[in-house]
């Protein structure tokens, strides 16, 4: 079993930034990728952002430029940092590890961005 562990969220002012952190334990042997989904109110789960294994990175249209999924040395910890806010980025942000066969979730975090 993997248990994730996500933190960072809160309340920012549009144009400001916030770092997200997600902290994998248990039986970590092989992590293929590691994700960040977010899901705003009344609107289906969507793709933030990707990293794999070999540190390929992919973002979703709406963030591209903005946010940079990065991860510790030892490859346990995902980052997201987010600068540039805008109140349509306010959802529930979930980390997602792909490790051997499964996929595991982060239990959310929320981010709202408002002035």
């Known amino acids: 079993q993997v248990q994730l562990v996500e933190s960072g969220g809160g309340l920012v002012q549009p144009g400001g930034s916030l770092r997200l952190s997600c902290a994998a334990s248990?039986?970590?042997?092989?992590?293929?990728?590691m994700y960040w989904y977010r899901q705003a109110p009344g609107k289906q789960r969507e793709l933030v952002a990707s990293?794999?294994?070999?540190?390929?990175?992919n973002y979703g249209d709406s963030v591209k430029g903005r946010f940079t999924i990065s991860r510790d040395n030892a490859g346990n910890t995902v980052y997201l940092q987010m600068n540039s806010l805008k109140p349509e980025d306010t959802a529930v942000y979930y980390c997602?590890?792909?490790?051997?066969?499964?996929?595991?979730w982060g239990q959310g975090i929320q981010v709202t961005v408002s002035s």
């Open positions: 248990g039986s970590i042997s092989s992590i293929y990728a």
């Open positions: 990293m794999s294994s070999s540190g390929n990175t």
């Open positions: 997602n590890f792909w490790v051997g066969p499964e996929f595991y």
